[in-house]
């Protein structure tokens, strides 16, 4: 098979893995992929799984391609609150949360990290649609936080809430109160509760539902 054979089959998915070549292709030789790889037509982003070169430098893949080489996930913690302007900091790693096992890649399309967390709690996201009409999924705001709360013991303080630095506006007049305090019955779980409470203590949003 040529290149040009497999660009016209495969590009429109833009990444892909070995097995589902090997699926329809039953004798596809590897040596394709590590050839195409040196000309620059395909870029590795982990084991078993490339993606067409020229997908690197256009705007959202690098999210579209997160949710590819570690399913089931969905982007959420810092990348997710930095998506929704939560928090002023500019994320470098794309950070996502996955049943599977924790795990890191880097590659073409930058750093990932992935969070492990109960299948139970695998909710609270929702389809981000690209200009090309290819989805990702990525956290609810209020998902995102829970999160946040839940893979991160160390915020546990006022203090370190503050240290958080959430947007005040966004607390005050964007957050959606209600569906946070319905997570946070849903992940029935007293810590996160008492993180939650904390959280909107320290951005002055303190409800007496918690």
């Known amino acids: 098979m040529t290149f040009i054979q497999f660009h016209q089959e495969w590009h429109r998915l833009t990444c892909f893995s070995v097995a589902q070549v090997r699926a329809i292709y039953p004798d596809f030789h590897r040596g394709n992929l590590l050839q195409w790889q040196r000309a620059g037509y395909i870029v590795p982003l982990r084991q078993g799984w490339y993606a067409f070169a020229d997908y690197v430098q256009q705007p959202d893949y690098a999210r579209y391609v997160a949710g590819k080489i570690c399913a089931p996930s969905y982007i959420s913690l810092h ?7 939560i928090i002023p900091e500019a994320v470098v ?34 389809p981000k649609t690209m200009r090309d009409g290819k989805q990702y999924m990525m956290a609810t705001p209020e998902k995102s936080i829970i999160d946040l709360l839940y893979l991160y013991p160390q915020y546990s303080t006022l203090n370190e809430m503050r240290e958080l630095r959430f947007d005040d506006d966004w607390m005050h007049d964007e957050l959606n109160k209600e569906c946070l305090l319905e997570y946070t019955e849903r ?16 951005y002055e949003a303190e409800t007496t539902r918690l």
């Open 79 to 85: 990348t997710a609150l930095s998506f929704y302007g």
């Open 93 to 126: 790693e794309l950070t996502s949360v996955t049943t599977q096992k924790t795990c890191r890649y880097e590659n073409a399309f930058g750093q990932f990290s992935y969070q492990t967390i109960r299948p139970r709690l695998f909710w609270g996201f929702e």
């Open 187 to 202: 992940i029935n779980s007293p810590v996160v509760r008492k993180r939650v409470k904390l959280l909107l203590k320290a």
